[in-house]
């Protein structure tokens, strides 16, 4: 079984950065596909980024390309997603995810590719 865990949510201004953090455990979960997933209020969750296993390639949503940067370190099971110029739209919960079976070379977009999930960090970006 696996467990992600995440942190760094938070209250910030528009235009402000954070860093959120999960923490992966469980076999086997250095060589899944890791990723984070978001959900507004009243909307459906939708992707976000994700990386490979090997962490060499990263795939992000449009809205988000050139601001967020997802990153892993498996040596110590964590994966990252440093969110920078944040606007009022990115207002969520979000979720870190592992998949255990990807395309190769690439990543799944579904929710419902993902086998993990974890209980969700709350960003707020107030305008």
């Known amino acids: 079984q696996v467990q992600l865990v995440e942190s760094g949510g938070g209250l910030v201004q528009a235009g402000g950065s954070l860093r959120l953090s999960c923490a992966a455990s469980g076999r086997n979960v250095g060589i899944y596909a890791m990723g984070w997933f978001r959900q507004a209020p009243g909307k459906e969750r939708e992707f976000v980024a994700a990386i490979t296993w090997r962490g060499d390639n990263a795939f992000y949503a449009d809205s988000v390309k050139g601001r967020f940067t997802i990153s892993r370190d498996n040596a110590k099971n964590m994966v990252y997603l440093q969110m920078n110029s944040l606007k009022s739209e990115d207002t969520a919960d979000y979720y870190c995810?592992?998949?255990?079976?990807?395309?190769?070379?690439?990543?799944?977009?579904?929710?419902?590719?993902?086998?993990?999930w974890g209980q969700g960090t709350q960003v707020t970006v107030s305008s």
């Open positions: 995810v592992a998949d255990r079976l990807t395309p190769y070379g690439g990543v799944h977009y579904s929710p419902g590719e993902y086998d993990y």
